[in-house]
């Protein structure tokens, strides 16, 4: 038997998780390399914890009383809140004395890990939460001018694969304005840009940079909402994975090029997909902004001068994760 907890897996999973892991470190480590809770529901079916026969480490907590088989990762979760609650207390001598003649086949968590397994249990809860209050919204939310829908975009939250994004800061882009993509006529890029609004419309922006919209307006209007800035709301491991960047600082997400590297989008496959159905990039509804921010957009200096400085660019007021927040200026909510 191994001198720290052994995770012991079946022959059928496919994970990243090797098959025994003989130190808790590196427990921990396969425990969080795996990125989704699908991946991990997938990876704890069949596995079980063994705790070693003598000596337990300080890092572990008290044992249960029987082995126990990880069916699904929800079992963890509650396994390390009851066992966590149990040890709240310092241990006494006689406790530890009584842990001496626990036997080995005992199911005991490392304290570290039962600290993971609470952040993605809170994390999914949290997620649930979110779903349960706002639902997605429908097609008519987006049949309106793109300058109407851009402000009502604010709050609302993006939800894909695990990740869950506040929208702090959009852009509009409207039919006659030469701005917009769809200034060109439709084209195999900009198709969805003439479709029913509530589509996403991404394209890939300087071959690296892909950018989300969200059309607007009836078909063949040709206008969006582009989404410049966001907020982290659940998700976050996953967000700092796809950017490389390690950060819990608005450089995270402030720029629509990383929106979308955020949400794994890509031109080919997310461009033209429904907000409005599940299963895939989802827009959902959200709290309303006490205070709007507006001001002129960024990037275009192509356009004619009138379109530059047209205050068509809107952000939450009093939230770090917003560009540029020198050239905006605070608007009245009842002019929207």
Same mark, same amino acid.
């Given at each position: ?40 529901? #997938? ?66 968590? %490392? ?15 949290? /997620? ?23 402000? /009502? ?20 882009? /409207? ?35 892909? $950018? ?25 491991? $996953? ?6 960047? $390690? ?48 001001? %002129? ?8 001068? #009138? ?5 068509? /660019? ?23």
């Amino acid at each position: 038997m191994c001198a720290g907890a052994c995770f012991m897996a079946s022959s059928s999973s496919s994970s990243q998780i090797p098959r025994v892991i003989t130190k808790r470190r590196s427990l921990v480590n396969a425990i969080l390399s795996v990125e989704s809770s699908a991946e991990i529901g #997938e990876a704890a079916e069949g596995h079980e914890f063994q705790a070693p026969d003598r000596k337990q480490g300080s890092g572990f907590v008290e044992p249960l009383k029987k082995p126990v088989k990880m069916e699904n990762w929800e079992t963890a979760f509650a396994l390390s809140d009851s066992v966590r609650q149990k040890t709240r207390r310092k241990r006494s001598g006689a406790d530890l004395n009584k842990e001496k003649g626990a036997k080995n086949s005992n199911f005991i968590i %490392p304290a570290n890990i039962t600290m993971s397994f609470d952040k993605s249990h809170e994390e999914d809860a949290h /997620r649930r939460e979110i779903r349960e209050k706002f639902k997605r919204l429908d097609t008519k939310f987006y049949q309106c001018d793109a300058l109407k829908l851009a402000p /009502r975009l604010l709050g609302k939250y993006l939800s894909k694969d695990d990740i869950i994004l506040q929208i702090t800061e959009v852009e509009a882009y /409207r039919p006659g304005d030469t701005a917009c993509h769809g200034r060109a006529g439709c084209t195999s890029r900009t198709a969805p840009m003439f479709k029913d609004g509530g589509l996403a419309y991404v394209y890939l922006c300087y071959g690296m940079h892909n $950018m989300l919209n969200v059309v607007a307006d009836k078909a063949g209007s040709a206008a969006a909402v582009l989404i410049r800035s966001c907020s982290p709301v659940v998700g976050l491991g $996953m967000i700092q994975q796809r950017r490389k960047l $390690m950060s819990v600082k608005p450089v995270l997400l402030t720029g629509p090029g990383k929106v979308g590297q955020a949400l794994g989008l890509t031109s080919s496959e997310h461009s033209g997909t429904p907000l409005y159905e599940p299963g895939g990039l989802e827009l959902l509804d959200g709290p309303k902004p006490k205070a709007i921010l507006a001001g %002129p957009r960024v990037g275009i200096d192509y356009a004619a001068p #009138e379109d530059v400085a047209a205050p068509w /660019r809107f952000a939450i007021a009093g939230t770090p994760w917003v560009t540029k927040r020198d050239t905006l200026e605070p608007v009245d909510l009842a002019d929207l």
